[in-house]
């Protein structure tokens, strides 16, 4: 008797914590909620939604902040254009609206006393559920989409870092069972020791499609060490893997020359097929699934 009730007892637990946690993430998944993050399908219309931080350290309130704000709308936009032939080369149309000069309502202002900054507090993911309650609450995203036709939003938050900065421009993607489908670039002014530029923009946009990095290991894509040299070795100047002019090892401001090669585009969904994905038996990209 008595075993056996505590089993049904167990199971009765089980199901209510089942039914709560269901529950739960029901209630915070944002209205019209999309299974595969805000950015899924590139061969389309993409809103960039750009959010201007203050956190403890940094600000957009000094002068010449009105400067850096110019060229960061620049920046996105050379970025977009950039993707946008890129995925024409692949027989596809992208379509960016990202000019938040022209667009007010593409712009926002995110206030925390946080420190973004912080290298540890930005690669433990622990801004996102600030960003993303952020974002539930200010940005009135289905208005947004309708106004412009969209069928993707890439939110991009933008740090005034300088020297002092730790934190390096990273992408949280969206992942299964994630409580906010947005999908945020952080995006800091200066990292890594310079003026981070378009080709920087660009990098991060894409993986908001799902391109992965091909400068360094990654178990959710299996790439490996060895993978990463056969990179560097055959794809120098893939934009996932370097963010620089090939030649000169600069960051250039008024254009991006990298290459969106084989791997990333077969990523980012404009091929169902790579040759190399298949020999080094990287995962699968989600895109072919997906339609
Ligand atoms: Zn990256």
Known sequence: MKPRFFRIFIIYLFLMFLTISADMDESIKTPGYREYGSAGDIDGTTIVVSIFANDANTGWDDPGDEVKEANINNYINIAASYIEDNVSAYGKSAAFITDFKKNDDLKYRFVTDEKLTDNDYIDNGDPDSLVWEYIASNIDETSLMEKYDADNVIYMLFVDSN?????????RTWYDDMPYDSEIVYLFNYDDGYVNGPAVYAHEMLHTFGAPDLYTADSNYNID?????????????????????????DYLYDSVNNEIGEVTAYYVGLTDHSDIVDKWNLYSSEHPVRR
């Open 163 to 171: 020297e002092d900065n730790t934190a390096i421009s990273c992408t």
């Open 225 to 249: 060490d060895d993978f990463v040299d056969f990179a560097y070795e055959n794809m120098p100047n893939d934009i996932m893997l370097t963010c620089s002019d090939e030649v000169t090892g």
